[in-house]
């Protein structure tokens, strides 16, 4: 059957796929070789991009403070890793059906790929090539790269998470959007970012440009580890469960220059931490140890400059075209403070505790030098 983008468009409507946008190859040809989607499909002709959105109320609870798991299951891990790769394995099968190949993009990211290994053969490039979702779906038209580096749609705004399909059939591409055709530039992201990731949009040293030939796009240079921290728990301004467990750490964020990596290495490792004083399950952070069992992922700060805040200021601005009865923000943001409340006294709280609950008074001038006393 010969298969066309209308009939493909179609297909994926009946699916339940609302956002769906073709590129053709050659829009992808100067992409980097551990970015391309020629690198593992040659034969490809077009690329398909997907979004599937991420339900507004999935990030409420996170905004009341109240409820975390919601944002990771929904918004983000299950969404990306099960979710929607469901879409585009159903597209791709049809796709199949027509007589043509369909490859489905691995759900993984480029800066994450095997380039420390070795190439499978001589001549072949390190293995797990992974190209940059978010680029190639701005190269189908699918949608624009907010200022935030988030993917904006027009349905549902930055709300939405996304899909890839390469074939070797030949399809009618949709243009490629014009920077500042959704992304109003309003600099509510960099305002609200609680890492202060998200560069000033005034700010023109801090853009990225992408060149598709045809067109030359643009977003911002935002700092990855900063919101790698702030996203996997490491900021106290975001995270009620790090300032429970460390009151007394002021780890300025927003002022850090650690890369995406370390930020990674230093969260997964605290994350997965148990410390043996500590009682109960020696978990060093309860929640997280938990959500990581469950999903194999967590996150923490909930996307509250570059979806949350962006997604209101494109509510606000109708620029998104699924539309609500009520505004996302009832109240200001919560955020907590960054310095601890008081200078702390003691040393280990957990055994402090336990002594004073068990032995009142048994721990009475303890830390008091003999000597010092005398004077
Ligand atoms: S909040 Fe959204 S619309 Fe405003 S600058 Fe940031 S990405 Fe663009
Ligand atoms: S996830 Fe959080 S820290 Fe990262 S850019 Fe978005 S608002 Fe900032």
New binding site residues.
Partial sequence: MKLTSEILKAKAKELGINCIAIGNIERFRNAPTLMSPITYFPGARSVIAIAMPIPRGANRGIEEGTHWHNYTFYTYNKLNAFFRPMKTYQLSCFIEDCGYEAVAHYPAVPEGNGTTRRPVAEGKVPPDVVCSIRVIAAGCGLGEIGW?KVFLTKKYGPRVRLGLIFTDCELEPDPILDTGTLCLHCGA?TK????G??PDPKDENARITVDFGEKKIWFGD?QMG??TL??HGMNAECSPFLKKEFPNMAFDVRNSQMTEEEAYILSYSVAGAKWGRKPGSHAVIDYYNQIIDHTGYFSI?G?????RACNDMMEKAKREEQSFHNPYYKKKSWALPLQPAAKPAGVNPYREKYLDEHYPGIRENEYVCPTAKKK
């Fill in positions: 935030s992201c609200s970012c609680p890492g990731a998200i935002v900063r919101c702030s996203h700060c996307a509250k400059g570059c979806i």
